[in-house]
């Protein structure tokens, strides 16, 4: 088992900048991925970045130059967002992945003036 402890998120103005932290703990296997993603109201959970154990990252389009994702250590994944727009207003999720997937309980991102 792998439990997932998000901090960070809240209300922030359109242009501002916002610090999501995960850190894992339990069972973590050497080889995994972990990563951020979201859903806003009405719509699918959608992949916003992840990080592999050696450091490959990837990320979804709509937010390529703005986000950057890094790990601060083997259990602690960083996700840090800037110039956000209100189309980025979402609950944001940790995700750890090995063999099976392991999900934070959401922390809410709020864009708006």
């Known amino acids: 088992q792998v439990q997932l402890v998000e901090s960070g998120g809240g209300l922030v103005q359109p242009g501002g900048s916002l610090r999501l932290s995960c850190t894992a703990s339990?069972?973590?296997?050497?080889?995994?991925?972990m990563g951020w993603y979201r859903q806003a109201p009405g719509k699918q959970r959608e992949l916003v970045a992840t990080i592999s154990s050696w450091g490959t990252t990837s990320y979804t389009d709509s937010v390529k130059g703005r986000f950057t994702i890094s790990k601060d250590n083997a259990k602690t994944v960083t996700l840090q967002m800037n110039s956000l727009k209100p189309e980025d207003t979402a609950v944001y999720y940790c995700?750890?992945?090995?063999?099976?997937?392991?999900w934070g309980q959401g922390t809410q991102v709020t864009v708006s003036s």
């Open positions: 339990g069972s973590i296997a050497s080889l995994n991925t």
């Open positions: 995700n750890f992945r090995s063999n099976v997937d392991y």
